[in-house]
Structures are given as structure tokens and as C-alpha cells.
């Protein structure tokens, strides 16, 4: 079952060949924008819950959307999907071949059929590969409704964005929250460490699992900085939590334009931030 959140929409026109749409998916939630290609204002914008579960298939998630949504109908010049989804590694380049990828995606995350191997280039090294699959009915689902499309996956953008902005960093933690779930990546003397997606359910596992990887890769908590963006709020157990593992954390939004005035007017600036520098 999709459940429309929000939706916040500029005057017409918001689709048409002018238009890029942007998509960010995962298990729970998608959201979706709309932004002119000439200029990448920020036109419309929505945002669903997706409560699926196991007998449910993404062809009916589809078409629920389809039904409630004034974006997913209409015609784009490119349509872009971003896949927030976990089965994802960071290969050197030299040690990426046609068959390679697959291997190691199956040596981790285990051996799947159902699955298609996608790959992308860090700009921010020039050195590492994002290897990554999704599943390959959603693939095939999303290229039959949208005529040009492209994937692309949330790590990449997160990283390069991370990378070019601070670059110098000397020991970095970038947390970014969705629901029931938070990306980690560790950067360590201008390098980084790891990424990874974690799941939870209550603040405690999620700060288990900070201060585990923090241990892991010799972060000190008193001198490290913590970039904080995404879902979530500021005055939950959870942030309170992080204050007392992590004495400096800042807070990353970005600059508005077009609709995002006025998602920002009922949600906080680091809300959707990191969804919307897709669109950068």
C-alpha cells in the first residue's frame, strides 16, 4: 500500500520536455521531484509511504502511486532513480572486471538471480567504484512507465558531495537518517573508511551501532566531527543520545529554491537536504 505524506507543487507547468524527474527509493518511502532542466529549479515535490509487505509486489505499489501521484503520469526529458538500498561496496577500479562485480556483490550479500548489478564512478577519487544491485522487477518496472531513465544510488551522490565539501577533514562521521533506517560513512584522515546502511527500531540500537563503528576505526568523539542531515528531529531521544557520544555536531541543509521554500515552512531545512541535493 503507498501512502501520500506531502505534496508541494509550483503553478503549472511542472513536467513536460523542460523537466527532470528525480526519484529516491527504498523499502519504506520514495520521494519524488520535478526541476527544470535549464536552470534545476526545484518545481513540485512528494513524498509516500510505502507499507508493503510480503505479498505485495512493486506493480501494485506502482499503481497506487500512479493514482494518487501528479508527478508519476506525466511526461519528463530523463527521468533519474536513485536507490537508497544496503547491497552496496566500494571496489578499487583496478579490481573491477565484467565478471568481478557480481562476485563480490554475491560474496557479501550473497547470491541472487533476481538481482541486477549497476556500477558508477566516484568523482570525488576518481579511484573506487560504487558496486550495487536492485532487484530486477523494479528495474524493468520503472523502465516500462518512464521512456529515458537512469539509475543511480544514494552512496555515490552522498560520497561525492561529502568528499568535494570536505575534503580536509581530519577525522568526519556523516549520519544520514531515513526512517528505520541511517547511512554511516567514516572518513579518516581525508579517506574514506566505510559506508553502510543500518537499520533499527528504537534510538538505543541506533547509537549501538555509531559508538560500535567508532571504536572500530579509532574515531575519537571529542574531536571528531559529526555531519548530521535527514529524517531526523532534534529534540528526540535519539539526537539527545548522539549529543552525549559526539561533542561536535553539525547540522547540513542546503540553500532553497523554487518549492523547497515551502517544504521547509512544515518540515526543518536538514529534513529532506539530502534528498534534494540530488538534484544538484
Not at 550495487?132 to 531513465?149: M, V, W
Not at 547511512?183 to 551501532?209: G, N, P
Amino acid at each position: 500500500m503507498a501512502r501520500k505524506k506531502a505534496g508541494f507543487y509550483n503553478e503549472d507547468p511542472i513536467s513536460g520536455s523542460a523537466f527532470q524527474l528525480i526519484i529516491e527509493l527504498d523499502e519504506q518511502e520514495m520521494r519524488c521531484m520535478s526541476k527544470t532542466v535549464d536552470n534545476g529549479t526545484i518545481v513540485a515535490f512528494e513524498y509516500f509511504s510505502l507499507d508493503k509487505d510480503q505479498t505485495e509486489d512493486w506493480n501494485d505499489i506502482f499503481y497506487e502511486i500512479k493514482t494518487i501521484s501528479k508527478l508519476f503520469n506525466k511526461n519528463y526529458k530523463l527521468v533519474t532513480c536513485f536507490f537508497c538500498t544496503p547491497e552496496s561496496i566500494l571496489v578499487p577500479e583496478k579490481f573491477l572486471t565484467a565478471t568481478s562485480a557480481e562476485d563480490y556483490l554475491n560474496l557479501i550479500y550473497g547470491e541472487s538471480s533476481r538481482m541486477e548489478v549497476k556500477y558508477e564512478k566516484l568523482l570525488a577519487t576518481r579511484s573506487f567504484i560504487n558496486t550495487y544491485r536492485i532487484k530486477k522487477s523494479l528495474a524493468e518496472l520503472l523502465t516500462r512507465q518512464f521512456i529515458i531513465f537512469q539509475t543511480s544510488h544514494v552512496y555515490t551522490s552522498l560520497l561525492n558531495d561529502v568528499m568535494i565539501r570536505r575534503k580536509n577533514e581530519e577525522q568526519l562521521v556523516k549520519l544520514q537518517f531515513y526512517h528505520g533506517h541511517f547511512i554511516m560513512a567514516i572518513f579518516k584522515d581525508a579517506k574514506i573508511q566505510m559506508i553502510q546502511t543500518f537499520s533499527f527500531k528504537i534510538a538505543e540500537d541506533a547509537v549501538y551501532y555509531i559508538i560500535r563503528a567508532a571504536q572500530q576505526f579509532g574515531i575519537n568523539t571529542e574531536f571528531a566531527i559529526v555531519e548530521l542531515s535527514g529524517m531526523i528531529d532534534l529534540n528526540t531521544e535519539l539526537y539527545l543520545q548522539l549529543k552525549k557520544v559526539y561533542e561536535n555536531i553539525e547540522i547540513n541543509s542546503m540553500d532553497a529554491n523554487g518549492i523547497m521554500f515551502e517544504v521547509n515552512k512544515e518540515y526543518p531545512p536538514h529534513y529532506f537536504a539530502p534528498f534534494f541535493k540530488l538534484a544538484l
